[in-house]
């Protein structure tokens, strides 16, 4: 079992930088992907970026590459996703979760993780 703690966001103007945390408490070892997800109302949840727990490979979707950076403590069970150039379209829940995933290709989609965290709010005013 593998629970997960986000904090970090907040609201912020355009162009303005926040930086995500989660802390992973129980198993947290036995995953082999961490990921970040966000959800604006009205809209399905979507992927936003995924980092191995062993620290080799990265993915982003598209629109945050070059703005956003996910990395990972191993020593603090901790993995982070620093938010630059925040843009409005930005707005939404942030969730971070745990799994195992299987392939690259699964590490992109919510079935690829089993543990999901509470989520934590990120607004990006105008």
């Known amino acids: 079992q593998v629970q997960l703690v986000e904090s970090g966001g907040g609201l912020v103007q355009a162009g303005g930088s926040l930086k995500l945390s989660c802390v992973a408490s129980g198993r947290a070892s036995s995953s082999s992907f961490m990921g970040w997800f966000r959800q604006a109302p009205g809209k399905e949840r979507e992927f936003v970026a995924t980092i191995r727990w062993s620290g080799v490979g990265t993915y982003y979707r598209d629109s945050v590459k070059g703005r956003f950076t996910i990395s990972r403590d191993n020593a603090k069970n901790t993995g982070y996703l620093q938010m630059n150039g925040l843009k409005p379209e930005d707005t939404a829940v942030y969730y971070c979760?745990?799994?195992?995933?299987?392939?690259?290709?699964?590490?992109?989609?919510?079935?690829?993780?089993?543990?999901w965290g509470q989520g934590t709010q990120v607004t990006v005013s105008s």
């Open positions: 979760a745990a799994g195992t995933a299987g392939s690259i290709g699964r590490a992109l989609m919510s079935a690829g993780y089993s543990y």
